[in-house]
Structure formats: structure tokens, C-alpha cells
């Protein structure tokens, strides 16, 4: 079946780092692929998503591209907020919409 | 749009016992998932439904496991006779067809314990 492999965690940055957080997938068909992210005491929010390989999706200062080459979709953001610390979920979609979410990436910066 | 609301927000529960937790949808959404996520771990999908109509059950979801949403607005997942593997967050989500282009909108999830 479809799968979704991130890198794992925690990850510690300092503040004003470079970020990438990896995420590659297994899918039989052609799906969207989405980063949520989950703060603190939060519920998951929708941070970035692409419908169709080559596309890049953004938001809040991060990135990803849809790489069908690598089957990848690798979050990343050129400087870190103290305020980015949070976990961060890669998901692909399948037929009637069901998400499968990977295992979730850690995030901690440091001022 | 008061997003999607779940109720309880937390249930501590003793084994044998049933629980059941409620899902309040964005309204104009059609669609309403329920997941369930343990700790460290990624939103596992449990089913779904379009409307009123339950269109898939996850292996996950066993005999104990009961999901509706009679009428096409907000949905109960029951857990009947609980057992400590059910100690999770369950989590729902609601959206349009536009799943593609717009994602989900998740509430903030029912945290069970099963003591």
C-alpha cells in the first residue's frame, strides 16, 4: 500500500537556521502530497500542500517540491523561528481524500 | 465557521467500559474523517464519510469500533468495551470534494486514556 517515510527526529536548530526536513513516499498512483504541522497543545494545520509533480508548494517562509524522480517532498525554510518549533506531518492522499500521514518530524530551535 | 469542534476534549475511561466521542464539522463540508493518532506517531486513518453515507473502514477499526453521522452533519465514533491499546488521541476532520486543493480542517482531537 501507499507509505510515507519522514526523517526522523527530534531535530534541534539554532534560531535563523536552514531547515529540511525529508520526507519521500510509496504510492501506486499519482496522489497530492501536504506538510501539517502541529504546535504545541494544537490541533494539525494544513501548512503546505502540491497537486502534481514539479509543483512547489509554500507558505509562512517554508517550501516544498513535488518530485516524482525521487518520490520526495521535502519541507524546508531558509532561516527558523523560535515560533517554528512544532512537529511536522508529510501526508500523501488517496482515493476519497484519506490522508497517509508519516510518522512525524520534531522540531525544536533555540534563540 | 467555528471549525471543527470535538467533544469531549479528554476521557479518562476504565477498561470494559464504552466510550463515545463527537465530531461537529465545518458545516458546508460534505466530507468528515475520523484518525486516530498514539504518541509519536502519525494521524492513522479509522473511516470516513460522505454525507450521511460511511464510504470506508479502516483493518484498524474492529468489531468494538462504531462510527455514524446520521445526518449528514456531525459524527460519533463508539468504542464499546475498551481495552489500553484504544489510550490515543482521536482525531477528526472535515472537507469539501476539494480535498486536493484545499486539505482538511482537523479539530483539536479526543484524548482517550484507558486506565
Given at each position: 500500500g501507499d507509505s510515507v517515510t519522514q526523517m526522523e527526529g527530534p531535530v534541534t536548530l539554532s534560531e535563523e537556521a536552514f531547515l529540511t526536513i525529508n520526507c519521500t513516499y510509496t504510492a501506486t498512483g499519482y496522489p497530492s502530497l501536504f506538510w501539517y504541522v502541529q504546535y504545541p497543545g494544537e490541533g494539525l494545520q494544513l501548512l503546505l500542500k502540491a497537486t502534481k509533480a514539479d509543483d512547489k508548494g509554500s507558505n509562512k517562509g517554508f517550501e516544498a517540491t513535488y518530485r516524482k524522480e525521487t518520490t520526495s517532498f521535502h519541507l524546508e525554510k531558509g532561516s527558523v523561528q523560535v515560533s517554528d518549533s512544532a512537529v511536522y506531518f508529510c501526508a500523501l492522499s488517496e482515493e476519497g481524500g484519506k490522508l497517509i500521514f508519516g510518522q512525524g518530524t520534531e522540531l525544536s530551535v533555540k534563540p | 465557521d467555528t471549525g471543527v469542534s470535538q467533544d469531549p476534549r479528554h476521557k479518562i475511561t476504565k477498561r470494559g467500559q464504552n466510550v463515545t466521542f463527537r465530531c461537529d464539522p465545518?458545516?458546508?463540508?460534505n466530507r468528515l474523517y475520523w484518525y486516530r493518532q498514539t504518541l509519536g506517531q502519525g494521524p492513522e486513518f479509522l473511516t470516513y464519510f460522505q454525507n450521511e453515507a460511511q464510504l470506508e473502514k479502516s483493518r484498524?477499526?474492529?468489531?468494538r469500533f462504531s462510527a455514524e453521522r446520521p445526518k449528514g452533519s456531525f459524527s460519533t465514533l463508539e468504542i464499546q468495551?475498551?481495552?489500553?491499546?484504544?489510550?490515543a488521541m482521536y482525531l477528526c476532520a472535515s472537507s469539501n470534494r476539494g480535498i486536493d486543493e484545499y486539505g482538511y480542517t482537523f479539530g483539536s482531537g479526543t484524548r482517550l486514556t484507558v486506565v
Open positions: - | 465545518i458545516s458546508e463540508h484498524l477499526l474492529s468489531d468495551r475498551t481495552e489500553q491499546g484504544d489510550s
